[in-house]
């Protein structure tokens, strides 16, 4: 992976002692992912297993760029794209609900849970990182659509999710009416997709490796200690 990825701006709370080393963390993802919230969390417990640090810095991709404003249900979407059974569904879903319960985090899906367009959050992710907040913003997000049920494609609750991690409601208001940030949304999407990109999450590890998928506390705590190791012995 290249090593002009932007670089990150924001230091993940995970609690470290003072002088534990930190590591850059690029995580590309859509909000629309519960493997990105789940491999997220592996990820954390990683870091307090490893005793580090990450700056991490979240990077826009859609699963679904095509989806209609109005959204779709999960249960059809999965089936139209995927060719999901109903019961594939539920049991995919209890999966999910049983991991992230492991995990810390909460996912409440029903028949009613919606696929949602992204586009706009991905835009107030932009704009958030530039105010230092990117990464309350997108827990706050994953929280919204995945434990509230809430419709992140609507302006409304898009302002009053940022507003909740010390946004300013009427900037993120006049990010999105505006639409100011698509351009260069789209052109960071396009620079992940042009790198290789394909699905999410993808983390990518000092700039330099790439993981793919939720891929295990474990898996990621070796990753950290390699680059860790390679570190020291640059030094």
Known sequence: ???????????????????????????????????????????????????VGAYIRWH???LNPQMPAEGQNMAEHLAEKYGSTPAQSVENRKRLSDMGRDLGFTFNFSDETRMQNTFAAHQLLTWAQSKGLQHPLKMALFDAHFTQGRNVNDTDVLVDVAALVGLDRDEALEVLNSGSLGEQTREAQEFWTSRGISGVP???????????GAQGADNYAQMLRKVLQERDSAA
Not at 202 to 212: A, I
Request: glycine share 6%.
């Open 1 to 51: 992976m290249p090593a002009d990825a932007a670089a990150p701006d924001h230091a993940n709370a995970q609690a470290n002692p003072a002088d534990a080393p930190t590591v850059q963390i690029d995580i590309v993802s859509d909000v629309m992912c519960p493997w990105c919230i789940v491999g997220y969390k592996q990820l954390e417990q990683a870091l307090g297993a490893v005793g």
């Open 60 to 62: 826009p991709f859609e």
């Open 202 to 212: 993808s983390m990518v590890f000092e700039g330099k490796y790439l993981v793919t």
